[in-house]
């Protein structure tokens, strides 16, 4: 059963960082495009950055340069590294694997408060 579970997030004051990691269960991370979105309050849910198979990365311009997108092809897991953090930023972050009609995992909330 192909299934994303999502952690690390929390709160943190604006400039300060915090690792989001995406456990992959079900299939193997390096052979798929895997996603990161999030969604603010009252919001819809909104791209934020992608690292293909081949590990070539993109990102919202709104998150160039402060957030950085990776993966362990060994723990089968994604990262999102998120630094310079700013209260726009806050929202719950899923992410996404284009399987089927998609999978997503449950998503973890980032609150950046000052």
């Known amino acids: 059963q192909v299934q994303l579970a999502e952690s690390g997030g929390g709160l943190v004051q604006p400039g300060g960082s915090l690792r989001l990691s995406c456990a992959a269960s079900?299939?193997?991370?390096?052979?798929?495009?895997i996603n990161w979105y999030r969604q603010a309050p009252g919001k819809q849910r909104d791209w934020v950055a992608s690292i293909n198979s081949g590990g070539g990365t993109n990102y919202v311009n709104s998150v160039k340069d402060r957030f950085i997108i990776s993966r362990d092809n060994i723990k089968n897991t994604v990262y999102l590294q998120m630094n310079s953090l700013k209260p726009d930023d806050t929202a719950t972050y899923f992410c996404?694997?284009?399987?089927?009609?998609?999978?997503w995992g449950k998503g973890t909330l980032v609150i950046v408060f000052s």
């Open positions: 079900g299939f193997t991370i390096s052979i798929y495009d």
């Open positions: 996404n694997v284009p399987i089927g009609r998609g999978v």
